[in-house]
């Protein structure tokens, strides 16, 4: 089995409220690196760790995390909606490797997920049946939430299990960094939203309208500076960066949910996924990052990050990555 991971945080926004020119044009420079690197590996197996935002796992039962043996993208966003390419014989083997380890995994026989698991795979592999993939979703929106020690524990377990396969596998987290976005909460929530929130009933193509149409409206807020959500934190996002760029995973068993919120909003629960890639790869041996891009984006409300990595061999011929690939 050989590894990589590729770290690829994802908003909706995208397309729709753009920031100036120069910013996207550097966000594409690092997608276009990630995607060469994604390429040159040539994955055949794609463990993709996402969150949810309301759209397939709901209050009536949350886990922290799950792992598909099938999914179907609802298309939120504009985005695809459909099929995923599910590697099932490949999920089922996981999941029993992850349960085998010790760590309590569930399982969905059919997911329903949304454009955090569906943009990653737009935009690394042009489309959501383009290669064989095992989801995993990752809470990273519905409190309460549990320790992060237990998500670098699944990320640990997958990697170890994905071992024993004979495949290229390419650990993908998506997500995250310091964003607040108007998600719900159901803390306070009014009868009716509590009720969707809890019972997941499909949202009216007026009422997603509406839903789409306010985060259009916090993008909006954020890039005007009158936001009244959590700012961006780049000091934040790129201390979580430094912490997987130098392999210091075990560190992440001491990030609270209370700081994480604190200092990166309601969403920064979101880096959970990079956590869990970046502790799967690391379970295969020793990494090193390869790139590395972060730029603060109110437009999108996204500390948008963009990272590959791949295992290292300790020779001298290893590059550290320089100061321009550091987006810092
Ligand atoms: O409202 C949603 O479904 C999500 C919005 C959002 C906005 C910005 C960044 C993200 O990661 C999001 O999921
Ligand atoms: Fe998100």
Redesign the pocket.
């Known amino acids: 089995m050989t590894a990589a991971a590729v770290g690829l945080?994802?908003?909706?926004?995208i397309g729709k409220n753009d920031p100036d020119p120069q910013v996207v044009a550097a966000v594409d420079s690092a997608v276009d690196t990630a995607r060469a690197f994604v390429r040159a590996f040539d994955p055949d197996l794609v463990v993709l760790y996402a969150?949810d935002?309301?759209?397939g796992f709901f209050y009536k039962e949350m886990p922290p995390f799950c792992l598909a043996t099938e999914a179907h993208a609802v298309g939120?966003?504009g985005s695809s909606a459909g099929p995923l390419s599910v590697d099932t014989e490949a999920a089922r083997a996981l999941a029993r490797g992850v349960l085998d380890r010790g760590v309590d995994l569930s399982v969905s026989a059919r997911m329903t997920v949304?454009?955090?698991f569906v943009q990653p795979l737009e935009v690394l592999f042009g489309g959501i049946d383009q290669v064989p993939v095992v989801p995993v979703f990752v809470n990273g929106?519905a409190t309460p939430l549990g320790p992060v020690s237990r998500i670098r524990a699944l990320g640990t377990a997958l990697g170890q299990a994905a071992t024993e396969l004979d495949r290229r596998v390419l650990f993908l987290g998506s997500?995250?960094l310091s964003?607040d976005?108007?998600?719900p909460v159901l803390d306070g929530a009014p009868p009716r939203v509590a009720d969707a929130l809890i019972e997941g009933r499909p949202p009216t193509p007026e009422q997603r309208a509406r839903?789409?149409q306010?985060?259009i409206q916090?993008?909006r807020d954020y890039a005007a500076g009158s936001t009244t959500m959590i700012p961006l934190n780049p000091a934040w996002d790129n201390l979580v960066l430094d912490t997987f760029e130098q392999g210091r995973l075990a560190d992440v068993d001491g990030w609270t949910v209370e700081w994480m919120g604190a200092e990166g909003g309601g969403?920064a629960h979101?880096v959970r996924t990079w956590v869990a890639a970046f502790a799967s790869l690391a379970a295969t041996g020793p990494y090193r990052m390869t790139s590395r891009f972060y730029a603060p984006v109110p437009e999108?409300?996204?500390g948008f990050a963009v990272a590959t990595a791949e295992p290292s061999t300790g020779t001298a011929a290893e590059q550290p990555l320089r100061e321009g690939e550091s987006g810092r």
């Open positions: 945080s994802h908003s909706p926004l969150p935002h309301y759209n939120d966003f949304d454009h955090g929106v997500g995250g964003h976005p108007p998600v839903g789409e306010r985060v916090a993008g969403s979101e999108w409300v996204a």
